[in-house]
């Protein structure tokens, strides 16, 4: 488990001669997710299908051939596919959103579900809420945040901005 980061793998398959035959293909891991403009145009920024759709097996992609490769001899014609299966979730869940832009709006929802449509998970709570904004300038050298108190304390939402108050949080 880890607390930033997300591990997906890519899994092979091929539907070879005699027998189908499986390869784990290479770890990926993933600090944080982006967002732009082309995501945005593509999700109507819908935040919560966004995630749903990324966590979710994308349709298998076509391999030009069976690994099953030795100095050049294949051993199999057979039909080979890749997917990418997400193997963890990260604790704390970082999206970085963009360039705030005209194109580029997201409707930010409470809570995130990796799996909207699992009943399994739903009853057990499988979900992350949204705490905190971070909003950097675009020269660099500024941010502000904004964020909620813990949960199940008096609901209280705190401003922080480096430039102004002594860098003080103000609730």
Same mark, same amino acid.
């Given at each position: 488990?880890?607390?930033?980061? &997300?591990?997906?793998?890519?899994?092979?398959?091929?539907?070879?001669?005699?027998?189908?035959?499986?390869?784990?293909?290479?770890?990926?891991?993933?600090?944080?997710?982006?967002?732009?403009?082309?995501?945005?145009?593509? !999700?109507?920024?819908?935040?919560?299908?966004?995630?749903?759709?990324?966590?979710?097996?994308?349709?298998?992609?076509?391999?030009?051939?069976?690994?099953?490769?030795?100095?050049?001899?294949?051993?199999?014609?057979?039909?080979?596919?890749?997917?990418?299966?997400?193997?963890?979730?990260?604790? &704390?869940?970082?999206?970085?959103?963009?360039?705030?832009?005209?194109?580029?709006?997201?409707?930010?929802?409470?809570?995130?579900?990796?799996?909207?449509?699992?009943? &399994?998970? &739903?009853?057990?709570?499988?979900?992350?809420?949204?705490?905190?904004?971070? !909003?950097l300038s675009p020269g660099g050298h500024h941010f502000i945040a904004r964020y909620f108190s813990a949960p199940g304390a008096k609901p209280e939402i705190f401003d922080h901005d480096g430039g102004k108050r002594?860098?003080?949080?103000?609730?």
């Open positions: 488990m880890s607390y930033f980061r &997300t591990c997906s793998v890519i899994l092979e398959c091929c539907a070879g001669f005699d027998y189908d035959h499986f390869q784990l293909a290479r770890i990926k891991w993933r600090n944080e997710f982006q967002l732009n403009p082309g995501l945005c145009e593509r !999700y109507q920024g819908n935040l919560r299908q966004w995630f749903a759709d990324l966590m979710r097996p994308a349709k298998a992609e076509p391999l030009a051939a069976c690994w099953q490769v030795f100095d050049g001899q294949k051993f199999c014609d057979g039909n080979a596919v890749q997917h990418e299966v997400v193997l963890n979730l990260p604790i &704390t869940l970082i999206i970085e959103m963009g360039d705030i832009s005209p194109g580029n709006n997201w409707e930010i929802t409470k809570t995130l579900s990796p799996y909207p449509n699992n009943s &399994t998970a &739903t009853a057990h709570g499988v979900k992350y809420s949204v705490v905190g904004h971070i !909003y002594e860098g003080h949080v103000i609730l």
